[in-house]
């Protein structure tokens, strides 16, 4: 038997997914699988997916109940912002953590409270493996907070150039799209089939999605090759594509100087040279939502507009996986001394 792991806020699509990765883990058990509002309901009810498997066929959803969840080598937590937090302080100290949640993402408490209605609770080692020294940083901690979806797709995309100081950082404008899944599983008009199909729509304009500060204070990190050259400075637009999930997102900067448009692509590709799970594709070659879908996979693209004196890097991941589960499970592996792809695929579903 492998290490038991739990699962709070299990009903959801990213808790869903969860346990679809774990069910096929070779390393891990399913322990408790925890979901406050459905607790009595078969597990299969709200995951039809996960039907065929043996341990969670006849299982049923159990209260969040901290004694419950102590008995796990690690909790993954896929709560409602700021109830990660008050779960956490309730746990004993042994209890290996991975939250899903924004709960402990943000350095900065009064960035949490422009952001969020909750108490600032700190933050936890930040768990994005492909920046460099995260790997050593996870697998030395106890409790980790696993990164935005979004977040996700534009750290990958731009870090790499900031750091070789290739773009401003005080110039940045990405405009992404979402899956509707990113927006959990509550019923709401603005997400109900017949107002998605069809139709893309904007929404959080206006610098005010909450991932913004998250992207801000990790895409630039003090270890760049040269001093910083001013402060960053980002305009996210988020927008719904109707597509139930994936993350499209289209990252642009203003280029450092006029040698840079020619590093551009051999700096992103020398970056994520021989990661399992983010490729910069041929050149040419543009990424699509559709190819990372059901996988653990970013894809990577850049190109220089000389004309507008800008890098534009695009970036596509399941928001599911890489954006949520599949890198809970990386950060998993890294955590419990495993293989770091254990449980996890690179390849997509498409079409």
């Known amino acids: 038997m492998g290490a038991r792991v739990a699962v709070a806020g299990a009903s959801g699509y990213a808790g869903g997914e969860l346990l679809r990765l774990l069910a096929g883990h070779p390393d891990l058990e399913i322990g408790p699988v925890a979901a406050h509002g459905s607790a009595g309901m078969s597990v299969t ?9 043996p341990s969670l066929r006849d299982q049923v959803f159990a209260p969040t109940d901290p004694e419950l969840l102590a008995d796990a080598e690690l909790l993954f937590t896929a709560l409602p912002h700021g109830e990660s937090a008050q779960l956490a302080a309730a746990l004993p100290a042994h209890i290996k953590i991975i939250d899903l949640g924004a ?18 609770a700190g933050r936890w080692t930040y768990g994005l493996p492909e920046l460099p020294g995260s790997r050593d940083q996870i697998k030395a901690s106890a409790v980790v907070a696993a990164p935005g979806c979004y977040a996700t797709a534009c750290i990958l995309a731009l870090a790499p150039l900031l750091a070789a100081n290739l773009v401003e950082p005080s110039d940045i404008v990405i405009v992404a799209a979402s899956g509707t899944s990113g927006a959990g599983r509550s019923l709401r008009p603005d997400l109900l089939g017949s107002e998605v199909m069809g139709s893309m729509s904007a929404y959080q304009v206006g610098g005010t999605h909450r991932h913004t500060p998250e992207i801000e204070q990790t895409i630039y990190p003090e270890r760049s090759v040269v001093p910083r050259s001013g402060q960053v400075s980002i305009s996210f637009t988020p927008t719904l594509a109707p597509m139930a999930r994936g993350i499209l997102a289209t990252c642009t900067a203003r280029l450092a100087s006029a040698d840079a448009a020619v590093r551009l692509r051999d700096t992103l590709a020398a970056a994520y040279q021989g990661e399992p799970f983010v490729h910069v594709l041929a050149e040419g070659r543009w990424p699509g939502t559709g190819a990372t879908l059901g996988s653990n996979a970013a894809h990577l693209q850049v190109a220089a507009d000389t004309h507008a004196g800008r890098a534009i890097v695009i970036s596509t991941l399941d928001n599911l996986g890489k954006g949520a589960a599949g890198q809970a499970i990386q950060i998993a592996n890294l955590m419990l001394g ?7 695929t690179a390849h997509g579903v498409m079409p």
């Open 45 to 53: 009810a709200l995951h039809p997916q996960l039907s065929g498997h």
């Open 103 to 120: 709960d402990f993402r943000l350095e900065d408490a009064e960035a949490w409270a422009r952001y969020y209605p909750t108490p600032y």
């Open 338 to 344: 495993l293989a770091e792809t254990a449980g996890l």
